[in-house]
């Protein structure tokens, strides 16, 4: 199974909402990741899970809370969000989180903040 | 900061005309890796070439690698319509734990 699944697909939230993304697993991997990434640019490094533990944390507002209950999946909180937080939300995951490991990628979620 | 840069920006072209993109580094790497995204989907990964490898192929995929000039080129020979996506090379930077994604390529393949 090489998949990584999210949900949801699509969310719309207000900005006193509290939502969360999810992300799932099943290779085995020990690094997960969280990207945030607006139309026309690339993916943007949020947060990198290593072996359950938060290893990478990209100045990303505490608006946005990372959680990983275990090592297949990955959470997002959300709260208090701004409409500039609207974008496409990638979860990916790799073998180890050495720079340059192949990243497997989810289909993402795509965020709507009224 | 993002490390890698693309040209083109977006390169539109026939089915059945070859597409070439390219990727320019700053720093050293470990690795260098492409990836394609349909439109508002999560990247899929297509290639990787190590820093002491010069060119890798795989089906319609050739890519290849100058250290010396810190640049990979990605080709795809005999372009579909199903290619069309954005296209964006990654880099695995020598002692580094992040892969840094380039700015992408938008490529359109006409039917």
């Known amino acids: 199974d090489t998949e990584v699944t999210q949900t949801p697909k699509h969310l719309v939230m207000g900005m006193t909402n509290k939502k969360s993304l999810k992300c799932e697993q099943h290779?085995?991997?020990?690094?997960m990741y969280w990207y945030k990434q607006k139309a026309k640019k690339p993916p943007e490094l949020m947060f990198v899970y290593s072996y359950e533990k938060l290893s990478i944390n990209e100045s990303v507002p505490s608006r946005f809370s990372p959680e990983c209950p275990n090592s297949s999946l990955l959470n997002l909180h959300l709260h208090a969000l701004q409409p500039e937080d609207s974008a496409l939300y990638l979860c990916?995951?790799?073998?180890?989180?050495?720079?340059?490991?192949?990243?497997?990628f989810g289909p993402g979620t795509r965020l709507l903040v009224l | 900061s993002q490390q890698g840069e693309e040209d083109p920006q977006a390169l539109s072209i026939q089915e059945g005309e070859n597409a070439t993109m390219n990727c320019s580094y700053k720093t050293s790497i470990n690795n260098l890796q492409w990836y394609r995204q349909n439109s508002g989907r999560g990247l899929v990964h297509l290639i990787l070439i190590r820093s002491n490898e010069r060119e890798k192929h795989s089906g319609r995929l050739r890519v290849t690698l100058d250290t010396s000039k810190k640049s990979s080129s990605l080709l795809i020979t005999a372009s579909r319509a199903a290619d069309t996506a954005s296209y964006f090379c990654a880099t695995g930077n020598t002692g580094g734990f992040k892969t840094i994604f380039g700015a992408g390529t938008r490529l359109f393949v006409k039917a």
């Open positions: 990916a995951s790799s073998q180890d989180e050495r720079g340059g490991e192949t990243q497997y």
């Open positions: 290779m085995g991997h020990r690094a």
